[in-house]
């Protein structure tokens, strides 16, 4: 079925806000730092940052504490699984992230006060800052910039050309025709920007450790990316078919045209 000029801008428009929609998303699930407790939680749950976190801070204050390396290391790592032992870690963990993807070019400091509390020990409040060897990853700071560029301008053009198409005025079908395919489009990024690319291809840029915090936080967000994802492919579908269901029963309804209906007196003559 050929488009008029109204559905196809309408119909650019919904793709152009599902890309938006989709780095969104993928903004908000990789490149969005929290001292929030549940994204510590869940960035300490990648064994090699937490094995960095624990050892940095064991090889400093394991000797004015008079315990060994091993000892201390293996109780900042239990603690830190745990939601109270990254609430005391979610500060330095947040400026990680922030280092990582670029938005922060601070070094990352681990306090005397914040050693005090990890390893419960006052005298570990006499230690100096600690530093952790979190490094700018130069593609990553350059993903987040587009994305979040991408996210503006795909919205900006997407609300653009629906005033145009609108105006230009639609024929029947075409608006909830260009709305399905919007949201089968939405879907789907959502699912691949939110989790295919963090847990895969974003991981590959670097070979720090910390570039774990994707998975990490990409699999925390698992639950809301499918709830999203499917919901809109569904959602997009089940338009669809309905917009296909009712075009084919206006055509069934329809008359004869006056020329159609000569021809066949002809023919019965």
């Given at each position: 079925?050929?488009?008029?000029?109204?559905?196809?801008?309408?119909?650019?428009?919904?793709?152009?806000m599902a890309i938006s929609i989709s780095t969104w998303w993928f903004q908000h699930v990789a490149f969005s730092p929290s001292a929030d407790t549940s994204v510590a939680h869940a960035i300490l749950g990648d064994a090699e940052i937490r094995s960095d976190v624990a050892t940095l801070i064991a090889s400093a204050d394991a000797a004015p504490?008079?315990?060994?390396?091993?000892?201390?290391k293996e109780f900042v790592e239990q603690i830190s699984r745990l939601n109270d032992g990254a609430a005391l870690m979610r500060g330095f963990v947040s400026d990680a992230h922030a280092?990582?993807?670029?938005?922060n070019d601070a070094p990352v400091i681990i306090t005397p006060t914040e050693?005090?509390?990890?390893?419960?020990?006052?005298?570990a409040a006499l230690s100096p800052d600690l530093t952790l060897p979190v490094p700018i990853v130069g593609s990553l700071s350059f993903i987040n910039t587009a994305t979040r560029w991408i996210m503006i301008a795909s919205a900006a053009g997407a609300l653009l050309l629906f005033i145009a198409g609108f105006l230009t005025r639609?024929?029947?079908?075409?608006?909830?025709?260009?709305?399905?395919?919007?949201?089968?489009?939405?879907?789907?990024?959502?699912?691949?920007?939110?989790?295919?690319?963090?847990?895969?291809?974003?991981?590959?840029?670097?070979?720090?450790?910390?570039?774990?915090?994707?998975?990490?936080?990409?699999?925390?967000?698992?639950?809301?990316?499918?709830?999203?994802?499917?919901?809109s492919i569904v959602s997009g579908v089940i338009i669809m078919l309905g917009t296909t269901s009712l075009r084919q029963r206006r055509q069934r309804s329809t008359p004869l045209s006056?020329?159609?209906?000569r021809e066949q007196q002809a023919w019965s003559r």
């Open positions: 079925m050929r488009r008029s000029l109204a559905g196809l801008l309408l119909l650019v428009s919904c793709v152009l504490l008079n315990v060994s390396t091993t000892q201390l280092r990582l993807i670029g938005e050693q005090y509390t990890i390893v419960r020990d006052e005298r639609p024929e029947r079908g075409e608006l909830t025709f260009a709305l399905a395919v919007g949201l089968a489009v939405t879907g789907v990024g959502v699912i691949l920007l939110g989790y295919l690319v963090p847990v895969g291809p974003l991981t590959g840029l670097s070979e720090s450790t910390w570039m774990g915090v994707f998975p990490r936080l990409a699999n925390k967000s698992l639950g809301s990316t499918l709830l999203l994802g499917i919901t006056v020329s159609r209906y």
